[in-house]
């Protein structure tokens, strides 16, 4: 069991930055594949990025490949996804995630099982 609190969110202009953290309490973060996903109004939640239990492989969604950062520090049981050059479309909830059956498994919504309350990112033109 852990659970995920987000931080970071907040309004940026197009063109800016932010840099998203999620806290986890609870046994066991260093063996979950952890991830980042977000749902805008109306649509579906989608996958952002995701990163492998040790932190050394990752996998991002083509719309964010480039401009956003994912990465961990185990020792402070916590996942930070850094934003730059966001857009407007880049506006969501932004939903920290865990997969409490691997640490390998990070590449879609589903492979997640666990998540936190979200933030929110606002990105104006």
């Known amino acids: 069991q852990v659970t995920l609190v987000e931080s970071g969110g907040g309004l940026v202009q197009a063109g800016g930055s932010l840099r998203l953290s999620c806290a986890a309490s609870g046994r066991g973060f260093t ?3 952890m991830g980042w996903c977000r749902q ?7 996958f ?3 990163i492998s239990w040790t932190g050394s492989s990752t996998y991002y969604a083509d719309s964010v490949r480039g401009r956003f950062t994912i990465s961990r520090d185990n020792a402070k049981n916590t996942v930070y996804l850094q934003m730059n050059s966001l857009k407007p479309e880049d506006t969501a909830g932004y939903y920290c995630a865990a997969n409490l059956k691997s640490g390998t498994t990070y590449r879609r919504v589903t ?3 666990s998540w936190g309350q979200g933030t929110q990112v606002t990105v104006s033109s």
């Open 111 to 113: 492979d997640f099982n």
């Open 48 to 50: 952002v990025a995701g």
């Open 40 to 46: 805008a109004p109306g649509k579906e939640r989608e």
């Open 31 to 33: 063996n979950y594949a």
